[in-house]
C-alpha cells in the first residue's frame, strides 16, 4: 500500500467503521467527475437507489464525486485494490502504461457504436482483462463514451489546422494520436481542462459531447468539429472496480444483488446514459460554430491516425502479447455485440 492510500485509508476508517453498523454493507464510490457529469447525474445515482432498493437498504451505496475523498485521478485504481475505498470509477487510461490490453478499444476510428464497444468491453474484461490486467481488484463493470470529437479556440476544418494547436488528449493513445495528426499532444484529466483553457496553457481538447457541459467547455471555446456519419475519432474506457476483499467479504445474497446490476447490464446501461447526455450536451452547443467533417475529410484522419496502430502493436509485443491479433479481437467483438 502506497502512502497516499495509506493515509487516506486511515483518514476514512473510522467514518467506514461508524457507518457500517447502520446496514450489512456501505460502498463508497470515489471518482473525478462533478455532480453534474452525466455518469454520475444519470447512471451512479440511478444504481445507488436500485441496488439500495434492491437489498432492502442492507447495501449502502455513498458517491464521492470531483475527488473529493483525496487523491489525483490516476490514484484512483489504486484507491481501490489497496483499500483505502471500497470502489472507484475511473478511465485505466489516466494510468499510462498499465493497462495496455485495455487500449486495443481506445485505438482511432476503431468505435463505431459505443453501446456495442461498451459489451465488447465488458466481455474482454470477463475473458480475460480480470485475471490479468484488473487482478487486483474486482471489476463490477466496464464500457466506453460516445464518439470523441474535438473542441477549439480556432476552427478545424481540415486535417492541417491542428498544426501548431496545444490539444489536451485523456490518455496515452489518444495523445499519440493527436501527436500523428500535427497538434502538440498534452496529457491532462479531465479536471484540469477549464483552467488550462482560460491559461491559455491549451487551445482546444479532445472530449465527447456528452462531458462538455459539466466543464462549461461550450464557454471556453466555440468551435466544434465532428467527422462523418457515426465515425468516433476515439473513445476511451471506464470502468467501475471494487476492491476485492470487501466484494469477497459480502454475503452471497448481498453479492448477486450487486452483481445483478453490474456486469453486461451496466456496460450497456452507462453507455446509452452517455450517448443520451451527448445529445445534450451537443445542444447546448448550438449557438457555437459545429463543424462537420466530410467523408472525404473524415478518410484523410483515418489514413493518418494508422502509424498509430503500427506503434501500439509494436508496443503490445514488447508487453508480452500479439498485438495484431488484439485489433482483430476487439472487432471481432465489437461487431458481434451490434
Given at each position: 500500500m502506497t502512502i497516499k492510500t495509506l493515509t487516506l485509508a486511515a483518514a476514512l476508517g473510522a467514518f467506514g467503521a461508524a457507518s457500517a453498523t447502520a446496514q450489512d454493507v456501505t460502498i463508497r464510490i470515489h471518482h473525478f467527475m462533478s455532480e453534474k457529469a452525466s455518469l454520475h447525474a444519470n447512471m451512479l445515482a440511478v444504481f445507488e437507489e436500485k441496488v439500495e432498493t434492491a437489498s432492502d437498504g442492507r447495501i449502502a451505496i455513498e458517491l464521492f464525486p470531483a475527488m473529493s475523498l483525496g487523491g489525483r485521478p490516476g490514484d484512483l485504481y489504486d484507491q481501490a485494490a489497496d483499500g483505502a475505498v471500497e470502489a472507484i470509477l475511473t478511465l485505466p487510461g489516466y494510468t499510462a502504461g498499465r493497462f495496455n490490453q485495455t487500449e486495443v478499444f481506445e485505438l482511432p476510428f476503431i468505435m463505431e457504436d459505443s453501446v456495442a464497444t461498451s459489451k465488447a468491453f465488458w466481455s474482454l474484461i470477463e475473458s480475460d482483462l480480470q485475471d490479468s490486467e484488473y487482478d487486483e481488484v474486482h471489476v463490477l463493470s466496464g464500457?466506453?463514451?460516445?464518439?470523441?470529437?474535438?473542441?477549439?479556440?480556432?476552427?478545424?476544418?481540415?486535417?492541417?489546422?491542428?498544426?501548431?494547436?496545444?490539444?489536451?488528449?485523456?490518455?496515452?493513445?489518444?495523445?499519440?494520436?493527436?501527436?500523428?495528426?500535427?497538434?502538440?499532444?498534452?496529457?491532462?484529466?479531465?479536471?484540469?481542462?477549464?483552467?488550462?483553457?482560460?491559461?491559455?496553457?491549451?487551445?482546444?481538447?479532445?472530449?465527447?459531447?456528452?462531458?462538455?457541459?459539466?466543464?462549461?467547455?461550450?464557454?471556453?471555446?466555440?468551435?466544434?468539429?465532428?467527422?462523418?456519419?457515426?465515425?468516433?475519432?476515439?473513445?476511451?474506457?471506464?470502468?467501475?472496480?471494487?476492491?476485492?476483499?470487501?466484494?469477497?467479504?459480502?454475503?452471497?445474497?448481498?453479492?448477486?444483488?450487486?452483481?445483478?446490476?453490474?456486469?453486461?447490464?451496466?456496460?450497456?446501461?452507462?453507455?446509452?446514459?452517455?450517448?443520451?447526455?451527448?445529445?445534450?450536451?451537443?445542444?447546448?452547443?448550438?449557438?457555437?460554430?459545429?463543424?462537420?467533417?466530410?467523408?472525404?475529410?473524415?478518410?484523410?484522419?483515418?489514413?493518418?491516425?494508422?502509424?498509430?496502430?503500427?506503434?501500439?502493436?509494436?508496443?503490445?509485443?514488447?508487453?508480452?502479447?500479439?498485438?495484431?491479433?488484439?485489433?482483430?479481437?476487439?472487432?471481432?467483438?465489437?461487431?458481434?455485440?451490434?
Open positions: 464500457w466506453v463514451h460516445g464518439p470523441g470529437l474535438l473542441h477549439s479556440e480556432e476552427p478545424i476544418t481540415k486535417l492541417e489546422d491542428l498544426a501548431g494547436m496545444e490539444m489536451r488528449g485523456p490518455t496515452r493513445v489518444v495523445t499519440e494520436l493527436l501527436g500523428e495528426l500535427g497538434a502538440t499532444p498534452v496529457g491532462m484529466p479531465l479536471p484540469a481542462i477549464p483552467e488550462n483553457l482560460s491559461k491559455g496553457v491549451i487551445s482546444g481538447a479532445a472530449l465527447p459531447w456528452e462531458i462538455t457541459p459539466s466543464i462549461r467547455l461550450p464557454e471556453l471555446v466555440t468551435n466544434h468539429t465532428e467527422f462523418s456519419g457515426n465515425t468516433a475519432l476515439y473513445t476511451a474506457t471506464f470502468i467501475l472496480a471494487m476492491n476485492q476483499d470487501v466484494y469477497d467479504s459480502m454475503p452471497e445474497d448481498l453479492r448477486s444483488i450487486l452483481d445483478a446490476e453490474t456486469g453486461a447490464a451496466m456496460a450497456e446501461f452507462a453507455a446509452g446514459v452517455m450517448l443520451e447526455g451527448d445529445v445534450v450536451g451537443r445542444k447546448q452547443a448550438e449557438a457555437n460554430n459545429i463543424i462537420q467533417l466530410d467523408e472525404a475529410e473524415t478518410e484523410r484522419w483515418i489514413a493518418a491516425s494508422q502509424p498509430v496502430y503500427d506503434a501500439w502493436a509494436a508496443r503490445a509485443t514488447d508487453e508480452g502479447f500479439d498485438g495484431v491479433a488484439a485489433i482483430e479481437n476487439a472487432r471481432a467483438l465489437i461487431a458481434a455485440n451490434k
